[in-house]
């Protein structure tokens, strides 16, 4: 019987893991809206990133608007190391960030301890 209990504990544990490592964990994807020259996206800062994965289109200067409301220090700040930017992220105030969208690819940014990601793709 205690074999049994066991087993089944272990199984449970296994499954656990199997489902921890490879299940689908969704990923909030946004594209910026374009007006003109411009496009620009907001991402808000709870918890992560929403979107957590966002969308730009090439050649068009970008903005992305930050706003923390997260009263946790670990999102204060927002670190792109592709670009060179680390900014300061103020509790429930929004902060632009350019991003420079002339070059294709996957960039990620992170919150400054580098726990918390989320990626820029230019396409
Ligand atoms: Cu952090």
Same mark, same amino acid.
């Not at 918890?47 to 957590?52: D, H, N």
């Given at each position: 019987m205690i074999k049994i209990i066991v087993s089944i504990i272990g199984l449970t544990m296994i499954g656990f893991i199997i489902w921890w490592f490879f299940g689908k964990h969704e990923v909030e994807e946004g594209a910026a809206d374009v007006t003109g020259h411009q496009q620009s996206i907001d991402v808000e800062v709870k &918890? &992560?990133? !929403? /979107?957590?994965v966002v969308v730009l289109k090439q050649g068009v200067p970008a903005t992305l608007n930050f706003t923390r409301? #997260? /009263? !946790? !220090?670990?999102? #204060?700040r927002v670190v792109f190391p592709d670009f060179g930017i680390n900014q300061a992220l103020p509790q429930d105030e929004t902060k632009k960030v350019q991003i420079d969208t002339s070059k294709a690819g996957e960039y990620e940014w992170a919150c400054g301890m580098d726990m918390f990601h989320g990626k820029v793709v230019i396409k």
């Open positions: &918890g &992560g990133y !929403s /979107p957590e409301k #997260d /009263p !946790s !220090s670990c999102l #204060d």
